[in-house]
């Protein structure tokens, strides 16, 4: 027997639908660590794999296929697509502010889960 599809709520599929080249229908949290040692992104990628089978929806991607947007699995998820250190130095706050900026306008990639945590 399958399982019924999980579908997206209204309001999620609203917000998805509105997604375009202008509109990124997603948010940003930013957290700004102490200054100090680097941050490990293995042992970040490593615990939060730890935590994933609490949260499935986490490696679910949105399949648009059908007559509504539903949650399907993510067969090749890799956490390292979504946890990942950004090439460019920080200097000021000035660059800060840019790479925030240029980290919004891409639109997150529908043929994975829809999240990201990247370390500046």
Known sequence: M???PEFLS???ARILALESAAVAGHTLKLLI?????TLDLDGLRHRVRERLD??????????NGGDRPRWVPAEDFDI????????????????LRR??????AV???????LWSIDVI
């Open 33 to 37: 660590l102490e200054p100090g040692e």
């Open 80 to 95: 390292a697509r979504h946890i990942r250190r950004h090439p460019e130095p920080v200097a000021s706050v000035e660059d």
């Open 2 to 4: 399958t399982a019924e």
């Open 107 to 113: 639109p997150l990639d529908h043929r994975q889960p």
């Open 10 to 12: 209204e309001d999620d």
């Open 99 to 104: 790479t925030v900026g240029d980290l919004m």
């Open 54 to 63: 609490a949260h499935p929806r986490a490696r679910e991607r949105v399949d």
